[in-house]
Structure formats: C-alpha cells, structure tokens
Nanobody, 121 residues
Framework: QVQLVESGGGLVQPGGSLTLSCKAS????????MGWFRQTPEKDREFVAV???????RYADSAKGRFIISKDNAKLTMYLQMRSLKPEDTAVYFC???????????????WGQGTQVTVSS
C-alpha cells in the first residue's frame, strides 16, 4: 500500500513557475499509475495530469504545453512541473495512486493530503 505526501505549493505570480512533489512510502510505487488532480471551492476535483507505471502521460487541455508530470521510481517521488501559471490554476493540488491508468479521479484509491497553489499578483 502506497502512502503519499505532497509538497511544493505556495504563492506565485502570474507567469511564474512551481514544481510540486509527491513523496511515496510503502510498497508498490514502481508499478503504480499516478496522477495530479486539483480542486477549488467552486469546482469538483479535476484531472490535471497522469503518468502510468511505465511512463505514459496524459494531460488536461488546460495543462498541455505548460505542465510536465514525471515519476522517479528511485526517489519514490512524482513531480508536477508547472510554468506560465495563471490565476485560474489556483487550487489545492492532490496526488493520487491507483491500479488503473485513467483520468478519472474516482478510480484512484490512494490520495495525499493536498498542497495549496495560489497564483496571484
């Protein structure tokens, strides 16, 4: 069972960059399909990016060209590199691990506690 802890959130100006980390503990990280999702008080949790156990990636349209998801099995860590950030990227970002490679948040059984990203001048 994998446990997840996010870090790296914070306040950044529009156009800035931020890298989120998701540190895993427990067994199974190398074979886990994982993803980043985000949530605001106004919206349900939404898909941002996912990475399969073997490195296949998918991105939400809002993230394409600006965000990069990656997974370092040696460090038991998943990353989300974000650049050209916009105020609408403001949200709590969650990392998740699951058995299926999917963009559906409900298919992921393990979640971190979330990290706040605020994009504001």
């Amino acid at each position: 069972q994998v446990q997840l802890v996010e870090s790296g959130g914070g306040l950044v100006q529009p156009g800035g960059s931020l890298t989120l980390s998701c540190k895993a503990s427990g067994s199974g990280f190398a074979l886990a399909n994982m993803g980043w999702f985000r949530q605001t008080p106004e919206k349900d949790r939404e898909f941002v990016a996912v990475v399969s156990w073997d490195g296949v990636t998918r991105y939400a349209d809002s993230a394409k060209g600006r965000f990069i998801i990656s997974k370092d099995n040696a460090k038991l860590t998943m990353y989300l590199q974000m650049r050209s950030l916009k105020p609408e990227d403001t949200a709590v970002y969650f990392c998740a691990a699951g058995g299926r490679f999917t963009i559906l948040s409900g298919e992921y059984g393990t979640w971190g506690q979330g990290t706040q990203v605020t994009v504001s001048s």
